[in-house]
């Protein structure tokens, strides 16, 4: 049987119609869309009236009315519309339990997150949301199932969590069962507790983070160090210090030598300008690390000095113990070093300020040349800061620096 043949002009016009329906269709959708992505409310109005069956409108009508009309009330039928449409978007539904929160409706609040967890329950953004909701109930449980999966998913989000998880519980214990195994996330657990002056709190996250036996880097650790230093807690600060090299490979260049208390004397690696390692402060010289100009190995660190300053800006804080007599010694050479009173290795301590000792001058223009002191620290000594300082600041000084092979040690020790 043969196949009857439309005539050209039936199947012309046929082509026409469609494709201008599909245009009328297509124009109206993409309309709409523009129509939603636009804030204000006459043009949200305006895309829903072209295109009813689209949630997106509806969602953002509501949150205009209910966060710049300040009219919840009105806003929840439309949330409400748009999770009818499409019950499978999470932020609808959370939308929507916002809009409740706002209208002072708690139980339907709660639907609203418990929809929500049910469509997508290990998105962060959803765990944040739900779990902020239950906190603020009281409800610290349900809370507690959630947040890990907002500090396992989402780093941007750990920062808040931690602190408002802290400030709900209070307590390290629960907030330590729901964290990763992620170093990242105790190390910033941990500056938030230093932060509030926690030490006992903050001693157990440490504690936790060293149980992990996972490598991180030493630099995101290194202001626990100086916390306790500013606590004046200088054996826990030793304890951590050591616990760094078992922790972080590259840290065990910084390891204390019983033949020399100086952590990187001959300035071979990094100056850390954190906890045991050198620091750099300089106000009114230049410090820089000199990779030709050295005694044996190693390098030098150069100082440079154009105004008068009291402090080279070079120093260490060391540990040591009570009533205990020490030897301080360093390289040191000069040029063109112009000054009445030149610098000099000097020792303090740390906490009171007392001056111990210090070396003679260095001036003018000298090879290198060993400067030495010898001291004993007070009862109640326990940190010293070994600096290069001068006797006075109101004299001129210019020229230049440096310094190499800084040693610190008890009397009767060798140096290797």
């Not at 780093?155 to 629960?174: C, E, I, K, S």
């Not at 990779?291 to 044996?296: C, H, S, W, Y």
Request: proline share 6%; hydrophobic share 40%.
């Amino acid at each position: 049987m043969a196949v009857k043949r439309l005539p050209a002009g039936v199947l012309f016009l046929g082509c026409l119609a469609f494709a201008a329906g599909y245009s009328y269709f297509a124009t109206t959708g993409y309309r709409a869309f523009a129509l939603s992505n636009d804030q204000h409310m006459r043009s949200l109005q305006r895309a829903i009236a072209l295109e009813p069956r689209d949630a997106v409108p509806y969602d953002r009508l509501c949150r205009h009315l209910r966060d710049v009309e300040s009219d919840p009330a009105t806003a929840i039928s439309l949330c409400q519309k748009a999770v009818q449409l499409n019950r499978y978007d999470a932020e609808y539904w959370l939308d929507l339990a916002e809009t409740f929160y706002e209208a002072g409706n708690a139980p339907e609040q709660r639907r609203a997150i418990e929809h929500a967890i049910a469509v997508d329950p290990k998105t962060p953004q959803v765990a944040w949301n739900a779990a902020t909701f239950y906190l603020l109930q009281g409800e610290v449980e349900p809370a507690v199932h959630l947040l890990p999966d907002v500090l396992e998913g989402d780093p941007a989000l750990v920062p808040v969590t931690l602190r408002t998880a802290w400030q709900a519980l209070g307590r390290v214990d629960p907030i330590l069962r729901m964290m990763p195994p992620d170093p990242a996330v105790y190390l910033q657990f941990l500056a938030l507790l230093t932060a509030q002056n926690q030490p006992e709190a903050a001693a157990q996250v440490w504690s936790k983070l060293i149980d992990l036996n996972t490598e991180f880097n030493y630099h995101d650790a290194m202001f626990y160090v100086d916390n306790l230093l500013a606590a004046k807690d200088v054996q826990a600060a030793e304890q951590v210090w050591t616990q760094l090299g078992e922790r972080s490979p590259g840290f065990r260049n910084y390891g204390r030598k019983p033949e020399n208390l100086v952590i990187n004397g001959s300035f071979e690696y990094e100056i850390l300008n954190a906890g045991f390692g050198w620091r750099t402060n300089p106000q009114g010289t230049k410090i820089e690390v000199d990779e030709e100009m050295r005694k044996d190995r190693g390098r030098s660190v150069l100082v440079s000095y154009s105004t008068p300053v009291l402090d080279a800006g070079l120093s260490q804080l060391i540990p040591v113990d009570p009533e205990t007599t020490y030897t301080a010694a360093a390289w040191v050479k000069s040029e063109d070093l112009q000054t009445a009173n030149g610098p000099r290795l000097a020792v303090f301590d740390a906490y009171t300020g007392a001056n111990f000792a210090a070396s003679e001058p260095t001036s003018y223009t000298t090879g290198w040349r060993a400067v030495r002191v010898q001291f004993t620290t007070g009862p109640q000594t326990r940190l010293l800061s070994l600096r290069f300082s001068r006797d006075r600041q109101d004299t001129v000084i210019r020229g230049r620096l440096w310094i190499d092979d800084v040693h610190l040690m008890r009397v009767g020790e060798q140096v290797h």
